[in-house]
């Protein structure tokens, strides 16, 4: 069994920075893809970043520039650095892995843009 175990989020104003963890742990095996998606109450979750394992990465348009996905591999742990915040990021954010051929997710984490 794999959990993820996210955390760093909160409420920030308007062009403030949050740094979201997400631990997993459990019976992994080797870990081909980590990354982020949101969600907002009433609307589709939607994809915010991949880390994949040679740390190539990719961004939804709307964060590139913005935010940033990382990971420590001896940790099985991935980051999401979010610079600039707008009102518009704010979603539960949900941490997800690719291993074995599955996806496992995060309980999410609410982030709040809000002056």
């Known amino acids: 069994q794999v959990q993820l175990v996210e955390s760093g989020g909160g409420l920030v104003q308007p062009g403030g920075s949050l740094r979201l963890s997400c631990a997993a742990s459990g019976t992994i095996s080797s870990i081909s893809a980590m990354g982020w998606s949101r969600q907002v109450p009433g609307k589709q979750r939607e994809f915010v970043a991949t880390?994949?394992?040679?740390?190539?990465?990719n961004y939804a348009d709307s964060v590139k520039g913005r935010f940033t996905i990382s990971r420590d591999n001896a940790k099985n742990t991935v980051y999401l650095q979010m610079n600039s915040l707008k009102p518009e990021d704010t979603a539960v954010y949900y941490c997800?892995?690719?291993?074995?051929?599955?996806?496992?997710w995060g309980q999410g984490t609410q982030v709040t843009v809000s002056s």
């Open positions: 880390i994949f394992g040679a740390g190539s990465t």
């Open positions: 997800f892995i690719v291993s074995g051929g599955s996806r496992y």
